[in-house]
Structure formats: structure tokens, C-alpha cells
């Protein structure tokens, strides 16, 4: 039941590189699933019944890149495919603060240090030599910067330290994500077939209809993006993507990354915990197990907050296909510890019923109706007409609770200072 869709958007052939088949390990052929797919507009919906906590698909990104600052503070991710390379041990000692720390059950741990590879000139770390010929094969041979991959003054890193001090923790999108966009189709044999692929994602910078233009792409931002379009021209121009380079397909690609890009997150110790969690225990073991993972969680939340994973975004052309619910009927996760997407029915779905997911965290979908127009109207350029939405169109236009606190915190802040801020909601 992996394959209930009918898929709706894009071409047979695009779909046939990318899908992955969970059984047989591989990127499946387009005649494996041709008979299973229909494409008639934009959108995902069932082609049979798919139960509660089904897999609808497994789908890898066309592209994907890890936050510039996550990388920056330490998170070890595989520079290809995202999976956390230090094994939980090394991860739960880092996020508590604690050396010495041992966690029990170490064989529980699926992170294989012996498997990993550096790239033999500029030292980024895989997971695996299949991931580094990947990465060779697909954009590393454009970005990788050899012997200057600590010089400062080499206009990648340039690009990497204006967006960092433009895009501010929490993070949730990456200027090389569109850096790797721009290598693939440099590196490609068929630059024509990548730049179609990259053509099937939404790139608009406003919807005239609605009247509503990005956030990121206005007046107060002129100057940063300004910069960020000089820099991106230096460091990766072609001539083959010329359109990209002008300031106005600077602006779309900025857009289409903002708009599309999925966060991925994967975490050694998540995968850890999740193992011992499946152990089947005495039940005076299994107490001492989960109070030791209990405290452990208090004393990472001590030393380092939230910030538990190793963080990234991607494109992905299926996932980038479901529309927006605010009461979803499928969500997206990573339990393979890398950038694998799984999307997973939260709810019974009914033949021809759309496949909808939300584009917003848990805590926005609880805001207010107001609260939500807001946000996805300002990042994804549309306004909401969910089943919930509907049912609370006559509430006032009131912002909800939480807005108003960031509001209030927000009008001590300069002028300048709320630019500089609002540009960390990429």
C-alpha cells in the first residue's frame, strides 16, 4: 500500500527518476507504478483506501542542504544526505554538557562511523562512500572548494557569511540549497531535464489575484537581497542559467526555495531512544531505561534548549505537490535518519479524497484563523479555504494570543532591528 495516489502535476518521466521504492532499495522505474498515477492538475489525491498511519510514499529530494548555522555549531550531518554522524553517545555527551556520559545499550546505535568519507579535497564528511559519488556525481565537483575551504575570502564562503548574518537561528532555509540547484544543472549532461525539474515548483513572488506579495521580497529587504543576488552572481553564474541570475529570476529562485524548501531534521540519539523505547524489558529495567532517558532529555534541555538535530531543507517534487490543510490528512517525517521523506496517513482517507498536508508547525495550526491567513498568506502566497478555516470565517480578525505576546515583545525592538529579524522567517 505504499503507492495510493494519484499523482497530479508534473510529467511520467519526472516522477520516474525520483521516486523511491522502500522494498527493492532502489529509485523505481516509471512502468512499476504507471498504472497507479493520473495527472490531471496540482495536487495529491487517493486512489484507494489508505488507513490511519499508512505509508502513502517515501520520496528523496531533488536537492537538499544542511542550515548554514546548524553546521556551524557542530551538528555532524552527512554533507550529501543529512544523516547525523556522530553516534548517539557522542550526541547525547555534546547536548548535555556532559563528557563523560554513557548511554546504555551503545549497540543500539545505527551511526557507523567506520563507513565514513572525507571528500579527499575540501574534507566535508559523508556517511558512506555511495553518498560521496553522489554528491560528486550530482553538484560537489562545482561547490567544492578544495584548499580554500577555510579562506574567507572565497566567494562561496562569502555567500555562506552574508546568510548567516541575514538568517538567524531558528533557520529554515539555506542560500545553498539554491547554490546546489545552480551546481546540478552546471554539472548535469541534460541541463534541460534539471531546469525542467526545478521548472514544476512554484517560484512565484506574489499572487496578483489575492494582491499579495512574499514577505521576504519587499521594500525592506531591497538591500539584503541585493547583496545575496551580487554574491550568488560571484561565486556560481552560467551562462546556461542566465534567467537566474538577473535580479528578477534571483527574486523567484528565492522565492521558489522559500515557498517549497521541507525542513529535514535527523538526530542519532532520536534514532537511539526510539530503539530502546522497542526493547522488550523487565519492568524494573525498563523504569531505570526510561528515567535515564527522561533525565537525559532535562539535562540536554538545561545545557542546549531545542536545538536537538541536525537540521536542513530539500525539494521535494511529490511532497512539494500536497496543498495545504489546516486539519491535514497526512504529515511528513524522516525515521530513516536521513533526508528520506515518509509521508504517513494521520487519518483514514477515502478514494479520491485530496491528500493534504499542513505548512504550518503545531503551534500555528492552534492560533487563530486571523493568526494562520497571516502567515501562510506572507510565505506561501495564498489564503486558506480548509474545512476549519470555513467553519471559523465568522470570527473576528483577531489575532491569537501567541501573536499578540510576539507583537508586544516585538514594539520595544528599532525599526531596524524587526528588518533584520523578520528575514530569519525565510
Not at 505509508?55 to 546548524?70: D, G, K, M, T, Y
Not at 529535514?264 to 528515567?291: F, Y
Amino acid at each position: 500500500a505504499l503507492l495510493h495516489i494519484r499523482f497530479l502535476f508534473f510529467f511520467c518521466e519526472i516522477i520516474s527518476d525520483y521516486y523511491y521504492c522502500p522494498k527493492q532499495r532502489f529509485f523505481s522505474c516509471l512502468e512499476e507504478f504507471s498504472e497507479q498515477i493520473m495527472i490531471i492538475g496540482k495536487g495529491l489525491f487517493a486512489k484507494k483506501s489508505i488507513k490511519k498511519g499508512d505509508s502513502i510514499f517515501i520520496e528523496r529530494p531533488l536537492v537538499s542542504a544542511q542550515f548554514l548555522w546548524n553546521a556551524l555549531y557542530k551538528y555532524k550531518a552527512c554533507e550529501y544526505c543529512l544523516r547525523a554522524l556522530e553516534t548517539a553517545e557522542e550526541n547525547a555527551r555534546r547536548l548535555s554538557g556532559i563528557p563523560g556520559l554513557n548511554l546504555p545499550h551503545p549497540e543500539l546505535c545505527r551511526v557507523r562511523p567506520e563507513l565514513h568519507q572525507a571528500c579527499p579535497q575540501c574534507q566535508v564528511m559523508y556517511c558512506s562512500s555511495e553518498c560521496r559519488q553522489a554528491a560528486a556525481d550530482q553538484y560537489h565537483k562545482v561547490l567544492c572548494l578544495g584548499p580554500s575551504h577555510e579562506d574567507p575570502d572565497h566567494p562561496i564562503n562569502k555567500l555562506k557569511d552574508a546568510w548567516r548574518t541575514m538568517h538567524y537561528p531558528p533557520e529554515t532555509s539555506s542560500i545553498m540549497l539554491m547554490a546546489r540547484m545552480v551546481a546540478a544543472v552546471k554539472q548535469a549532461k541534460d541541463k534541460a531535464h534539471w531546469q525542467k525539474l526545478f521548472s514544476h515548483f512554484c517560484s512565484r513572488t506574489a499572487n496578483e489575484e489575492e494582491e499579495i506579495a512574499h514577505k521576504l521580497l519587499g521594500e525592506q529587504f531591497r538591500g539584503q537581497l541585493a547583496l545575496l543576488h551580487s554574491l550568488f552572481s560571484e561565486a556560481l553564474y552560467d551562462d546556461h542559467l542566465s534567467r537566474w541570475f538577473v535580479p528578477e529570476g534571483f527574486r523567484s529562485l528565492f522565492a521558489l526555495v522559500g515557498t517549497n524548501g521541507q525542513g529535514i531534521g535527523t538526530s542519532s540519539l532520536s534514532q537511539w531512544v526510539h530503539a530502546c523505547d522497542a526493547l522488550e524489558l523487565p519492568a524494573q529495567q525498563r523504569e531505570q531505561l526510561d528515567s535515564f532517558i527522561d533525565q537525559l532529555y532535562k539535562d540536554i534541555e538545561k545545557e542546549t534548549g531545542d536545538f536537538l538535530n541536525c537540521e536542513g531543507s530539500g525539494l521535494f517534487m511529490l511532497q512539494s505537490s500536497c496543498n495545504h490543510s489546516c486539519i491535514p490528512n497526512a504529515e511528513a517525517s524522516f525515521p530513516d535518519n536521513n533526508f528520506l521523506l515518509h509521508l504517513s496517513a494521520l487519518s483514514d482517507i477515502s478514494p479520491g479524497e485530496e491528500i493534504c498536508i499542513s505548512y504550518l508547525d503545531c503551534c500555528q495550526r492552534d492560533r487563530s484563523r486571523h493568526s494562520r491567513h497571516k502567515i501562510l498568506r506572507e510565505n506561501y502566497l495564498f489564503v486558506c479555504s480548509c474545512p476549519k478555516c470555513v467553519s471559523q470565517m465568522d470570527e473576528l480578525d483577531m489575532t491569537s494570543e501567541e501573536e499578540d505576546e510576539e507583537e508586544g515583545e516585538a514594539e520595544g525592538e528599532t525599526e531596524g532591528d524587526e528588518m533584520e529579524d523578520e528575514m530569519t522567517d525565510v
